[in-house]
């Protein structure tokens, strides 16, 4: 707690504060730094669960969906929020949302403003512990949620897609170092995230880091976003508030980012070339992305790009 203080007030001490007075976002900001403190005082219940967003990609969101279920020990609750842009992409959701739906909550975008949705969503999952995924990761390894809702998230970020392996940054095309491990023992790996760098120095993705789920709504409150990828980047305006945190991963990662195709236009990011009205025909045709592929598999970066094998869904 007096480690939270102490950059909160660093944070504050930056701002001129007779400029900042006269400022609307003045208010807001120490209104966030407050929910912060107050979130950390909360008594844990010890329950985790995510949020997934996905876009016209049915067949990979059933295919990140099936690996999770194959890879996940313990209990963690999902809730999928996912859009579809026409009538065939909006079909296929509903397959697999028929498959799966005694497992999963879904929920389609509707006329709210994403974030509205995304904070009432936050509020109906009502879990101790929350992390956020993405339609185009697929789960490696197997991972323990009895281990992991045991995890002090107000010192800690664990995040699922970090491992002592990933030396090599998919988004910039470069090796990036690893970190200076603090710990290491045959299952974790800790290193200070204000020390890493690239994807060791990146504490608020929403590809599987886990928070504490009141700390992040305030900061997800304070942010304004349309959408995924500009909620991820709004996230690190406040990056400092939790660089203080120690990073906690699996010494094998658990889950990889496939980064195949792309359905958004908010950035200008590095993708495939298998496009998702392609794979769409090829869930048409009753087939599914096989996910035996992916299990054991060791990565370098936390995206590669992996080309996919299929089979018949009504064989499984």
Request: proline share 2%; hydrophobic share 40%; glycine share 4%.
């Amino acid at each position: 707690m007096k480690m939270v203080r102490d950059i909160i007030k660093k944070s504050a001490s930056k701002f001129n504060l007779e400029v900042v007075r006269a400022n609307s976002g003045y208010s807001k900001k120490l209104n966030l730094y407050k929910k912060i403190i107050i979130s950390h005082s909360k008594i844990e219940d010890r329950t985790i669960g995510a949020i997934v967003f996905s876009m016209d990609r049915a067949m990979q969101l059933d295919a990140l969906l099936r690996s999770f279920v194959l890879n996940k020990i313990g209990d963690c609750k999902i809730i999928v929020i996912y859009k579809a842009s026409t009538k065939e992409h909006r079909h296929a959701y509903s397959e697999v949302i028929e498959i799966l739906k005694s497992d999963i909550e879904f929920i389609q975008e509707d006329e709210r403003p994403f974030k509205d949705l995304v904070l009432a969503t936050i509020e109906n999952l009502n879990t101790d512990k929350i992390f956020f995924l993405v339609d185009d990761l697929v789960f490696t390894h197997k991972i323990d949620f009895n281990d992991l809702v045991k995890v002090d998230t107000n010192k800690y970020i664990f995040s699922l897609r970090m491992g002592e392996h990933l030396n090599f940054s998919y988004v910039v095309n470069k090796t990036q170092k690893l970190p200076k491990f603090i710990k290491k023992d045959k299952n974790y790996i800790y290193w200070k995230w204000g020390d890493g760098e690239l994807d060791w120095e990146y504490p608020l993705s929403v590809d599987g880091h886990i928070f504490n789920r009141l700390e992040i709504k305030s900061l997800i409150e304070f942010c304004d976003f349309k959408a995924p990828n500009s909620l991820e980047n709004s996230l690190q305006v406040e990056k400092e508030l939790f660089s203080y945190k120690i990073g906690m991963s699996c010494t094998q990662a658990s889950i990889v980012n496939n980064p195949c195709n792309k359905v958004q236009d908010e950035i200008d990011n590095l993708y495939g070339l298998m496009h998702q009205n392609d794979l769409l025909k090829i869930w048409q045709d009753k087939k599914q992305i096989d996910i035996r592929k992916f299990q054991g598999h060791v990565n370098k970066s936390v995206h590669e790009y992996i080309e996919f094998e299929f089979e018949n869904r009504d064989e499984c």
